[in-house]
Each structure stands twice: as C-alpha cells, then as structure tokens.
C-alpha cells in the first residue's frame, strides 16, 4: 500500500523549507528512522528521517525546491502492518479531519502538521460551541486584508490633503470623444509625470535602507465584485492618455472574467485609488505595500473658488496623499503633492 | 570524559534480584521506545510543536527515580519525558498530555515541557533553566521543617551550573543542610554550546566542596552506577548530611529539539558515546548473567511497543480541554494533604 510522506514542521518560523537533496533515489528500499532527504531551515540543515520502512515510490519535490510543512514530499510503497507506519498510513486514507464520528467508527485522526489545531476546530464545530454567525473570506479579500493590516501596523503614515482645479482635464476629457477617457487614466498620466523629478518616491523601505525600485508603474485601485485588485500601468510616462484609459479598461474586463495573471500581485511605484464615483469628496488611503505612496481622489465637484478677488464657481478634486515616513519627510512629501496638483491643472 | 567510562562489571550485579534488574532494563526500554514513537509522530505532523528528547539518557532518569521512595519528590526540566514515565507516570498520561488532551497529566495544560503529576511525587517540569534548583531548595527545607524523611531530587543539565539560581539554590541547601539530591545530567552541551566554552572547570561535581557538602561524578550511562550513587546520597540525606552533588555523565542522541538537526556533536565523539549506549551496555551484563536471555529482552520490547501503540491510538482520540476548563487549575491545590490520599 501506499505511505505519504509529508514535509516535517522542522522550520522555527513558518518560512519555507529548502531540499538539498535526497538521499535515497526512487525505487530503493528504505527504512524507517534512515536519513532520507536533506533540507535546510533559516537555521540550519539537517537530514530527515525516513518516516516508513518500505520503497521509496516516487518524491514531489526537487533539490532547490522550496517546501512548506505538511506538504507531500515523498510516496513509499509499504507492505503491511508495521508499527508506527500503520497509523501514518491510515491517515491518508481518511477523507477529513472533519468528517463526522459515529458510534462504531472512531473519530478520524488529524490528517497533518498543525492537526492539533484543526483538531481543536473540528471538535468546536461539532460541539457547536461557535455560535456566533461567520463568513468566508474570499481568498483575494484574504489577502487583501493580510497586506492592508501589515501597512497599518508596519508603515508610519502620515496624510497630506490638497484640491487642485479639475476644469483642464473636463475639458480634455470632452475632447476624446467619442471613446470616454477613464477618469484614472488622466490621473496616472498625472502622477507619472510628477514622479519624474521625485525619485524618492519610487524608493523602497528595506530592513533599515533604502532600495531602488525596479519598476516604472503606477496602480489603478479597482473594486471588482467586491474584490480589491490593483492594474498597474507600467511606463505611463510613453503613453498618452487615451492609450492608458484602454489599458485600464482591459485589466478590468481581464479581472471581471477571472485571469489568473491578472490577479496576480503587480508591483508599483505609486497606487492610486479613486472613490469619486461614489460620492466621495475626500479620503486617505492605505499605502500599498512596498510602495512608498497611494494617492486618494475624491469626487469632481463645483465649488466656489477666490480668484483675483472675485468669487468664481470651478470644478475641482480634493487629493488626498498617503505616505510612508520612513523614506520621505513632510516637504517632500508636499512638494511631490503640489507636483501632482500642477500636472492636474495644466492637463 | 569518555575516557572515564569503563565496562560495566558483570559481577557487580551479583548481590541484586533478577527481577530488579530486568525492571531497571524495562524502564530504560520504555523511555526509548516512547522518543523514538513521539520522534516519528512529530515527523509524521501527527504531532504539533516541538519537543525536547531524551534518547542516550535513559539510565540517568531510571537510576536516580529507582533509589527513591514513592512519596520522595524529583523536579524536572524541559526535558521530562524521561524523569516522568521513571517516577511512575504511565505513557498514556504522557502522550495524552503531549497531544493536549484533558486526560493528559497536567490535563492538557502542560504539555511535552512541562510534564507531571503531583500524585506521583513530580512537580510539573520547569523549563527555565537552573530554574528548579531554588524550588527544590525550598521543597528540602519544607521536609526539614516538617521533620519528614522525604528527599526531592533535582534534574538539571550542565547548562544550569552556570546559571546564578544555580548559585542561589544550591548555597541555601548547604547551608541548611537540606535533604536534596542535586543531580546534573552533564550531557556536554547546553542546547548547541559545549561545556567546555562555558565553563573553566568542567568537572561540576567540584562544585560542591566550594559550598561545603559532597559532589560526586557517577556514569551516566550505567544505570547501576546511578542507583547506587543515589541511593547513597539519598541515605545522606534521610540522616541530615545533605545535600549531595550528582554529576551523571551522559549524552544526548538527538538534536536539543526536534528542530535541532545536532551538527555540532563531532561524528566521533556521538560514535564513541553511541558504543556506551545506556540500554546495550546493561542488556550486555544482563545476558552474561545467565538468567537473562536475549530472547526476554526481546520479549519485553515487543510488550512495550505494543503498550506505547495503543497508548498513542488512545491518546489521538482522548478528549480535549473545553472552554470551561480555562477556569480550572489557576490556584495552587495539590498540598500535602491531597498527596497522602
């Protein structure tokens, strides 16, 4: 019959485990407690030992292989009941931890590393002491939520708020007509165009120095079904504005039907996020990790404005600029801001 | 400090039963084969967390427990699992404790590194290092006062000689003259750290003529040895001369945890160490007696296999702690009058 071997919880952390290399090649015959395979932790490297006495039928992982606790590494063919290996090998053959017990079937064992836990878990929901109501998270909220919470308590933010005069980019938007520009492609042109004289900004927060980003991109925040995922625009600097709108535009059909490649986390130098649609006027944002910046945008809106002593109405936007004060100080911070403010009003 | 380990002398067991013997083996025997089964376990992810292992210093656990009387006391560290299952704490409360059920010797609330049963005569382990020794300086004095013949034995390793409560403990036991029996498994290394890069003397039994009472180096490795040192220093104690010093020399098999892959212990010296394994060793002069032939012993390996197999089948299904029991336990009950019943 056939033995799973899993990855044993040998890490002190939860990081990955490296394969050196195996000790014993596919089709040899191998004994319970006899080195097996050869990994290495953040600490150390050390041999692992065989779990069954058998052959060793085939390995899921390879030398350089990075591998987590719990998962499959080896498959062994075993005869019999042998001590030890009789327990392991019913466990594979049991369906879940959470299947429920009956009266002559006894209460399935937990089925890998951390089982205690989800031993815990299981016993709970059948003794139905949770009674509180729960929902899923979806697993893109999941890790949203991990990232978002990582930000808050990891970066030192701090909040810069200016309005700048929208009429330049109503009017420009007017002028690509028939195709409607997207709003955010105008403000990533914006953006991109500021970050050229504030390099800074593109620079990122690594163990105590400051990395030069890579990239050349700036994110577009966009809700899809609930979903937070963000379309990165790299060189928006070589791209006009209407090149950009549909470059928007096709990332969030590509979400909307569920490609993989387009959920995938891209990396920016800035994000910008925008909740005017929604009535919003004006909001802060939570930095994106690793980035330096997001960039909030409000809701265009008529608003009387001084000008030369007289009042006038204009359109304009509140932005709202989120930033991270481990790599940049307040007046910088404020200039990149009024960077921003001019590109907007010279659209 | 190999060097210093001789054979174990057939004719020495001459003047012991054979049933005593074979008890001694027995016990040696369990606690490997229980490490070897919780080993595979956590290397199986069956069980969760990680777990210090005793396997090469079974005879120290068996030799020291097997001197003392049931109602005398022994204090642990976090490496337990030995100390526990030779003061008669069976293998189902062990394995049930480790896989943190509410029938589990502290009722699930211990765990692999603080094993123990006040029933038995074991204060649940202490895992901070040279932590136990004050406590059993106060156990002691607690006899003294009460003029009870009981003693309390102190499990430590060599890397609490170094510690200050080492010190602390120690020195307040001289003084008083308390019945403990301090014994250091001296298994050379302190987690990953060599003896000998912590210590100038490395001899820790000499430490016990700077405070004034008598320290003796015993070989760990020979289970007589350890009876009868301990035995020894237990009578001491009984008439008032104590303390007493025991620096069992030993060896650990395994990593300090399981996730210590132990490339720090030289290939020689683990190969030279393995040929004095605690159980080979006894079972050798056990079989050149005569009335003990391999075949018992192989006999009584299958019964232990078989006891620890169910006991973990058992201890993977046993209840687990619930809500209501974070409320149990959270003030000190266990005095003299519940341990006489």
Known sequence: MELLMKMPDLATTDSAIKLIRWLVEPGQAVKRGQPLVEIETDKATSEVESIATGVLKQVRALPDDMVFAGQVIAVFEVAGASPGSTQAASQTSIPSPSAKPSAVTPAPLPSQSGGLFARNRAAAVQQAIVKTPAAALSPTQRTVGRRMQASKQTIPHFYLQASANAERMILRRKAAAPKKLVWDAMFVCAVGNALKKFERICWRFEEDELVASETDAVGVAVDVQGDLYVVAIAAPRSKTAEQISDEIRAGVERLEAGDPEARAIRPANLTITNLGAANVESFAAIINPPETAILAIGKIAPAAVVQEGQVVIQNRVSLTLSVDHRIVNGKYAADFLSAIVREVEVF | ?341
């Not at chain 2, 210093?57 to 006391?73: F, I, P, R, S, Y």
């Not at chain 2, 901070?128 to 013949?149: N, R, Y």
């Not at chain 2, 089948?313 to 959270?330: N, Y």
């Open chain 2, 1 to 341: 400090m190999i060097d210093s380990i001789a054979e174990i002398a057939a004719d020495r067991l001459a003047g012991y039963e054979r049933d005593f013997l074979c008890s001694l083996y027995e016990r040696m025997a369990l606690i490997r084969e229980f490490e070897e089964r919780v080993k595979f376990l956590f290397l199986e992810g069956a069980m969760p967390g990680t777990i210090h292992q005793c396997q090469g210093q079974e005879a120290t656990a068996v030799g020291v427990c097997a001197a003392l009387n049931a109602d005398d006391w022994i204090t642990s560290t976090f490496r337990g699992h030995g100390h526990a299952l030779s003061k008669g704490l069976t293998p189902q409360e062990l394995l049930d404790e480790l896989f943190g059920a509410r029938t589990g010797c502290c009722k699930g609330k211990g765990g692999s590194m603080h094993v123990g049963n006040m029933e038995k005569g074991m204060v649940p382990g202490i895992a901070i290092v040279a932590g136990g020794i004050p406590l059993a300086a106060g156990m002691a004095l607690a006899f003294k006062m009460q003029k009870s013949s009981q003693v309390v034995a102190c499990f430590f390793g060599d890397g609490a000689v170094a510690e200050g409560a080492f010190h602390e403990g120690v020195n307040m036991a001289a003084l008083w003259r308390l019945p403990a029996i301090f014994v250091c498994e001296n298994n050379l290394y302190g987690a990953s750290t060599h003896i000998s890069k912590v210590m100038k003397n490395t001899r820790v039994s000499d430490r016990a003529a700077s405070y004034g009472f008598r320290g003796e180096t015993v070989d760990g490795n020979d289970v007589l040895a350890v009876y009868e040192a301990t035995r020894r220093a237990a009578d001491e104690c009984r008439f008032g001369n104590g303390p007493v010093l025991l620096e069992l020399l030993t060896y650990r098999r395994t990593g300090h945890s399981r996730r210590d892959p132990c490339s720090y212990q030289a290939k020689d010296e683990r190969e030279r160490w393995f040929s004095r394994d605690p159980l080979d060793r006894f079972a050798a002069v056990l079989r050149q007696r005569g009335d003990v032939a391999q075949a018992d012993l192989d006999q009584l390996k299958a019964r232990i296999e078989t006891q620890i197999n169910e006991a973990v089948e058992k201890a993977q299904r046993a209840p687990l702690p619930q809500g209501a029991d974070l409320l149990t336990d959270i003030f000190a009950g266990a005095g003299k009058e519940e341990r006489k019943r």
